[in-house]
Nanobody, 123 residues
């Protein structure tokens, strides 16, 4: 069992570089793939970034080069550094975890979810 709690976000300006954090509890954290998803109003939840063992990470094309996912298996945290935010990045951002392999990018394949944190980017 993994429990996830996100922090960070809020109202930011376009071009800002906020960071989201996700604190995880549970013994399977180091074996889990950790991901960030986001959901804008009226849209489906979409994949943003994923990190799994060995420091491997993968990003959605829409955030590649601007967002960076990182994890600390000692502190059981995963962060999402977001740079050069755009208004279209406005969404509720969710931290998610799965022990499935290979790590999926579909939201419905993740077993554990945080409560989400709102990020609103004003132009």
């Amino acid at each position: 069992q993994v429990q996830l709690v996100e922090s960070g976000g809020g109202l930011v300006q376009a071009g800002d570089s906020p960071r989201l954090s996700c604190a995880a509890s549970g013994r399977t954290f180091s074996r889990s793939a950790m991901a960030w998803f986001r959901q804008a109003p009226g849209k489906e939840r979409e994949f943003v970034a994923i990190s799994w063992s060995g420091g491997i990470s993968y990003y959605a094309d829409s955030v590649k080069g601007r967002f960076t996912i990182s994890r600390d298996n000692v502190k059981n945290t995963v962060t999402l550094q977001m740079n050069n935010l755009k208004p279209e990045d406005t969404a509720v951002y969710y931290c998610a975890a799965t022990i499935r392999w290979p790590p999926p990018r579909a939201a419905n394949e993740y077993e554990y979810w945080g409560q989400g944190t709102q990020v609103t980017v004003s132009s």
